[in-house]
C-alpha cells in the first residue's frame, strides 16, 4: 500500500486545533525528558521532540490513513473516518456538557436535540414524506422479521414474500409464526444470482404486504427497481439493511422500510424503521411491546431507553452524507466503486469471477470467486498482508467478498484492484 | 463546587502521554499565531502559547473533573472516567487493529476476543457458576419482560409477582400476554415505600416462577435478601437493571438475571441475561427469534449481529471493577456514598424527606422531597448551577432523586450533601 503523508496526522486527535491548521498534535511526538515547573505566569514553552517532524495539512474527509486498514467487511462495516474523529473528540464531553453521549438521560435536552437532528437530516437525506414515521429501535433487521408480520397482519392473513438471498429467507421463515406467507418466487435453485421479471410474479390478491430485501448483503444481488404490489393494501416492504443511504429511494413507494444500522450509517445496535403512519396501531395482540410500532411511534422512539450512543453515530453520519451533498452525489460515487471493481472481475479472462447477473449485481456487496479455488485462501492472506481485511466471503457460500459501503474510499477500491491484478500476474 | 486542579488535564485526551508524565496535552494551549516549516530533520521545536499553564499530575482514577459535570441521571447514567478516557483513546484504531471497534466484524478475531473477556470478567466479578449461561442482547429489561414468560412458561402457567415499583409493575403487565401472572404483593397502595415481610408471601404452588425487581429505579427501593421461591420450581427470576454489579449476589439463588446495561455497566443498549442453562429451549412457538434464549446461547451471543461498541463498554467497565477489588470493594464504596445522603437527609429536621422504609432503602436510587415542595424546582435549578444534574425526580413521582450509581465519586455525594446543607441554611 501506498505510503500516506497523512498517517501521522490521522493516528491522533487532531480535533482541537484549529481548521486548516499546520500544526502537528502535540501527542503524535514520542515524549523525552521533558519536564515543567508549574507556573501560572509562563506565556512561552519550549518542548523538546524525539522525532522528526512532518507538517502536512489536514486530509480531507475522504482520506485513508496508512494506520488504517481498508475493511472490506459486511457489517459491522468500515465508518467514514472523519465521523470517528468527530466521535473521538466528543466521547469524553459532549460540546460543553460535561458528559459523554454514553452518560445522558434519553429525556434531557442534549441527547433530545441529538436524536430531533437525527430525524431530521435523515427525512432530508431520504426526502422522507411526512406521512411517514421514522423510528430508532434495537434488535436489528432480524427483529424486524417478527415485527412487520406482527404490527401489518393477523395469524391468518396472507402475505407475499419475493426472495433473492438469504436474508429475504430468513424473513420469510419468521413470518410463519405471524402470518401465512407464500413463496412467490425464490431464486435459491439458481444460488441467489437473479432477481425475476417483475411481470412473471403471480401476486397473491388478498396479501397483506409484498416483502423483498433490497439488497442482499452475502449473495450481493441488489434490486435496481422495484416490483409493484398487485395486493389489495398495495404494500410493499423492504428490507434495506445494506443499501441503505447509499442512494436515492423513493419512500412513497413503501409501506415500510427497514434496516439495521452497521452497513451504511452507524454502528450494530440500531435499527431504522421508516413506516406508513397509517399502517401503525394494529399490532397483533401477543405482540411484545417493544416489538409494537404504536408505542415507539407514540413516544418517538423513547418507549424505553434507546441504544443512544448508535443513535449519536447515526447523527453524525446523516450529516456526513449530507455534506457530501446528498444521496445523488453518495450513490456517484459508489457506482464508481463498483464499476472498478466489477471491471477489474469482468477483465480478468475468467481469473475472477462474479456468479450474479450484471444487471443486478450490487454496488454494496462484491461477491467473487477465484478459477483457481485452492487459491482463495492465498488471496485473503496476501491481502490482509496489504492492509485489506475481511476479504473472505459468508462462511455460507465461501469465495471472496468485497462489501464497498459508502464510508471506503475510493482509494481502498482501487487498492484492491490493484492487488487483484498483481495477484493474477502472479499466479496466473 | 470546588476547583478541581485536575480540570484542564482532563478535558483533553491524554492517552498518548506516558503514564504519569507531568506533561500538559498540547491542545490544551489556545494556539495564537504559531507556523511551522516542513522539516523532515526538526528535533526540537518551539510553540507559543496565549495562555498559563498550569501542569498537573494525571489524576487517579475515580478524580473528578471540573470541566465534567456530576450526573446524577438514573440511567443512561455516569460512567467511569478513566472508562471513557480509554474508550477515547480506542476510538479510532482499537490496539493497532486498524480500525474501530464499531467498524469490526462481529465474528472477527478483535472483537471475538472482546465479547469473550467481557463474559469471562462478568463471570469472575459475580462468580457466575458454569451451569448459567451469559447473553449479551438487545431491547433492554423491557424486551425481556416478554422474553422471560414467553421461555419459561406457556400460556396457561401461572407466575408470581412481587410488585415493589412502577417496573416490577410493567413485567406484571407485559407478561399478561404470554402466561398467567398473579400479583402476590403490591407497594403500590403505600406508594412503593416498602418490601414486605417474606414469611407472609402467600406464593401460588405451581407457579412457574416468582418474579422479583431487585432494585427499583424510580422509587428506590432495594431488596436486601431475596425471597425462597415456594413454588414447583423453585424459581426466583429478577430484574436487576439499576444495581447489576453493584454489590456481591448469590446467582445461585436465581433462574433467571437480567439488567438494562445503562445503570451501572455500560451503555444504552446492551441487555445482560444470565440464566440457568437447564431453563433454555422451551420458548413457546410464536417467540420471535430475537426472544429466544436458546438461539442466543447456541450461538454465544452472535446469532445475529450484537450490539458491539456498549459490549465492548461493558467490557471496560467489568475489567475496571475488577481492578477496583470486585464488588465487594465496590459494595463498601457503595454503601459509604448512599450513607452520606441518607444521614444527610435525615439529620435536615424534616426539611427533606425520604419516603422508603429505612431498611429498604436503594444504595443506587435516593428519592427525596423537600418539605416546601414549592423550592423543589430552585433545588433542581441551583443544583445544575453548581454542575450537578438530572437530580429531577422521575415524571411520574415528583421530587428529587439522587442516582448515585457505581461510577458516581464519592466527591459527588460529598458535593450535592454540602449544597443540600447550604440550600436548607439558605432556605430553612
Avoid at 442512494?247 to 452497521?262: E, M, N, R
Avoid at 464497498?404 to 498483481?422: H, Q, R, S
Amino acid at each position: 500500500m501506498a505510503t500516506s503523508p497523512h498517517s501521522l496526522l490521522l493516528q491522533n486527535p487532531t480535533h482541537h486545533l484549529p481548521n486548516n491548521s499546520t500544526l502537528k498534535p502535540f501527542n503524535a511526538f514520542p515524549l523525552t525528558s521533558t519536564r515543567f515547573t508549574p507556573s501560572t505566569t509562563d506565556k512561552r514553552l519550549s518542548i523538546t521532540c524525539a522525532t522528526t517532524t512532518q507538517i502536512q495539512d489536514r486530509p480531507p474527509a475522504q482520506a485513508h490513513s496508512e494506520d488504517r486498514v481498508f475493511n472490506f467487511a459486511a457489517g459491522p462495516a468500515i465508518l467514514p473516518e472523519n465521523v470517528l474523529k468527530k466521535a473521538q473528540s466528543e466521547l469524553y464531553n459532549y460540546r460543553g456538557s460535561g458528559m459523554s453521549v454514553m452518560e445522558m438521560s434519553h429525556r434531557g435536552k442534549e441527547f433530545l436535540s441529538i436524536i430531533q437532528k437525527a430525524e431530521s437530516d435523515l427525512r432530508a437525506l431520504l426526502e422522507i414524506p411526512d406521512e411517514y414515521a421514522v423510528l430508532f429501535l434495537q434488535g436489528g433487521a432480524t427483529t424486524q422479521f417478527a415485527a412487520i408480520p406482527l404490527n401489518l397482519c393477523t395469524p391468518d392473513d396472507p402475505v407475499d414474500f419475493l426472495v433473492t438471498g438469504s436474508w429475504g429467507d430468513k424473513a420469510f421463515k419468521e413470518a410463519q409464526k405471524y402470518s401465512q406467507p407464500k413463496l412467490i418466487w425464490s431464486g435459491k435453485p439458481e444460488k441467489y444470482t437473479k432477481i425475476p421479471s417483475f411481470e412473471d410474479l403471480e401476486q397473491t390478491p388478498d396479501a397483506k404486504y409484498l416483502h423483498i430485501c433490497a439488497n442482499e448483503t452475502i449473495h450481493g444481488v441488489e434490486f435496481k427497481n422495484y416490483p409493484t404490489p398487485k395486493n389489495a393494501t398495495g404494500l410493499l416492504v423492504a428490507d434495506m439493511s445494506s443499501n441503505f443511504c447509499s442512494k436515492p429511494v423513493d419512500v412513497s413507494k413503501f409501506g415500510v422500510i427497514y434496516a439495521g444500522a452497521q452497513k451504511n450509517v452507524g454502528p450494530s445496535g440500531v435499527t431504522v424503521v421508516i413506516i406508513r403512519k397509517d399502517l401503525i396501531g394494529n399490532a397483533q395482540k401477543t405482540t411484545p411491546v417493544m416489538l409494537d410500532y404504536k408505542i415507539h411511534a407514540e413516544n418517538n422512539s423513547l418507549y424505553n431507553t434507546p441504544p443512544c450512543f448508535g443513535i449519536y453515530m447515526c447523527g453524525l453520519v446523516f450529516e456526513d452524507l449530507l455534506e457530501q451533498g446528498g444521496l445523488k452525489e453518495v450513490e456517484k460515487k459508489n457506482k464508481k466503486k463498483a464499476e472498478i471493481l466489477y471491471n477489474a472481475i469482468d477483465e480478468s479472462n475468467g481469473f475472477f469471477r462474479c456468479p450474479v447477473e450484471k444487471s443486478v449485481r450490487s454496488l454494496m456487496n462484491v461477491p467473487f470467486t477465484l478459477e483457481k479455488s485452492e487459491l482463495e485462501a492465498e488471496f485473503v492472506k496476501e491481502a490482509a498482508k496489504e492492509k485489506m481485511v475481511q476479504l473472505k466471503g459468508h462462511r455460507s457460500v465461501g469465495g471472496m467478498r468485497a462489501s464497498i459501503y459508502n464510508a471506503m474510499p475510493l482509494a481502498g477500491v482501487e487498492t484492491l484492484v490493484a492487488f487483484m491484478k498483481d495477484f493474477q500476474a502472479r499466479h496466473a
